[in-house]
């Protein structure tokens, strides 16, 4: 009797190969999983983000529809592309909002110092997210678990199957990218 990962599995290879009867079957499979990596997401969002968990996973989840030829290997390596889409179109927003192309330049003051925390924290997601390109171009395989662990939630285990090495690999190169990191963004 297959499990309900290889069941998941088997679904992303039906919706794959052009199923998509298998994708209706599939969303409410994922969906409680993609929510709970978008949460995760916005742990690390400012408190008055403009996005909630939901919509970034609806978001994520439209984007990831209309990708085709994608052979999924298994249902990690599904989550890993899903936090990758997810931490783009964070990205996405908090570069724009540390621009100052709204309001012609003029910078929004308010007695709270709200935009002033708005734009600290999209600068630091934007450095965060220059950190690890850096990492990326240095050691692509830390980089991603990177992204893996912390933007997607993956356990060890499950960041090892989706990068078909080691779990004591996933573990060493966490914290090896974890110092190099802290190192670059102090």
Excluded at 51 to 68: D, P, S, Y
Excluded at 115 to 130: F, K, P, Q, S, Y
Excluded at 135 to 156: I, T
């Amino acid at each position: 009797m297959e499990g309900p990962a290889s069941e998941t599995t088997s679904l992303l290879h039906a919706w794959a190969g052009g199923d998509r009867n298998a994708l209706d079957r599939l969303t409410p499979r994922v969906y409680d999983e993609l929510h709970r990596i978008a949460r995760n997401f916005m742990r690390h969002e400012r408190p008055d983000r403009t996005i909630q968990a939901t919509a970034l996973v609806h978001e994520a989840f439209l984007r990831l529809v209309e990708v085709n030829n994608v052979d999924w290997e298994q249902r990690a390596h599904f989550f890993a592309v899903c936090a990758q889409v997810m931490r783009r179109i964070l990205l996405k927003g908090a570069r724009r909002r540390a621009t100052s192309k709204r309001g012609g330049g003029w910078e929004r003051v308010t007695l709270e110092g709200i935009a002033e925390l708005d734009r600290r924290g999209a600068r630091e997601l934007i450095a965060l997210d220059e950190a690890l390109t850096r990492l990326s171009e240095a050691d692509p395989r830390r980089s991603q678990v990177v992204e893996l662990r912390y933007f997607g939630g993956l356990s060890v285990e499950e960041t090892a199957a989706v990068l078909k090495v080691s779990p004591e690999t996933v573990a060493r190169d966490w914290r090896i990218a974890r110092a190099w990191l802290l190192s670059e963004l102090e």
